[in-house]
């Protein structure tokens, strides 16, 4: 009998040279999963990304610290134990302006891939 789950014990580390940990748990990278990605991620303090635009819709539940997000110019943070949806084709920028790191999760539909983020140049 062919099992019907799938347990993820070795997420794909993305690499990155900001400091930030992304283990994507199900999605492009670790199972060729295109319609949907599942992260975990830690932002150090000070992080911040360039204004994007991404072509998926992105959920984000904040475990620890605080997650600041400017969505079409405005201003919001997020501290442990809320969460957002923010639709796709809307300008964004993510940041951890704070003095403590930010655990979250972060789900996207369809599966995240740097050919459906359009950055702004920094």
Not at 62 to 85: H, M, R, V, Y
């Amino acid at each position: 009998m062919t099992k019907k789950y799938t347990i993820q014990k070795s997420p794909f580390v993305v690499p990155t040279t900001d400091g930030k940990l992304i283990e994507e748990h199900f999605g492009n990278a670790t199972d060729g999963n295109s319609k949907v990605s599942i992260a975990h991620m830690v932002a150090p303090s000070g992080w911040a990304e360039p204004f994007q635009t991404p072509e998926f819709d992105e959920f984000t539940y904040i475990i620890k610290g605080k997650k600041q997000f400017i969505i079409d110019g405005e201003t919001i943070i997020l501290e442990a134990g809320q969460s957002i949806k923010i639709e796709k084709n809307v300008s964004v920028q993510y940041s951890n302006p704070f003095n403590e790191e930010c655990e979250y999760l972060a789900v996207c539909l369809p599966a995240f891939s740097i050919d459906l983020v359009h950055r702004e140049e920094e």
